[in-house]
């Protein structure tokens, strides 16, 4: 395994993590509401009376954060080594997983270790595991 250290980015990562620490925390100090993707935009179907609002405003804040960087920042420069075949079947299977797993990285991969949940653990398991074992088929046996 090498170390592709052109585009190693570890203190970027490391205030990521720190910024979706402290966002999780925040969320589930004041809305007593865990911060999992999945489970916010599934409230949302069908929508629940009183609930929709701040299920829609964080949402919204998701779609938005992206379109103020790039306005302040510029434009990225975005290269994925997958058609839109690929890309469409990867959000399927990824949206399918939620729903089995009953949450998706953020619910699991985040706050439910954190609380220290034995189900968050084995969701996380299994999704980072079938990573692993799809990363390791497509780029090494199918390539």
């Known amino acids: 395994m090498t170390i592709d250290w052109i585009d190693f980015t570890p203190w970027s990562s490391l205030a990521g993590g720190i910024l ?5 925390s ?53 290269e994925a080594d997958a058609g839109w075949g690929a890309v469409v079947l990867a959000g399927l299977l990824v949206g399918i997983g939620t729903r089995y797993g009953a949450g998706c990285t953020s619910g ?7 609380r220290l ?16 074992a799809t990363v390791y088929l497509v780029r090494h046996l199918l390539a």
């Open 20 to 24: 979706l620490g402290i966002a999780a």
């Open 26 to 78: 925040l969320f589930i100090l004041v809305n007593g509401r865990i911060l999992g993707i999945s489970g916010i935009l599934g409230g949302l179907l069908p929508p629940r009376r009183g609930d929709a609002g701040w299920r829609v405003s964080f949402l919204l804040g998701m779609f938005a954060a992206p379109l103020l960087y790039v306005a302040f920042a510029g434009p990225l420069e975005i």
């Open 108 to 114: 699991h991969g985040i706050c439910g270790l954190s």
């Open 117 to 132: 949940s034995p189900r968050s653990l084995a969701a996380t398991l299994a999704f980072m595991g079938a990573g692993f």
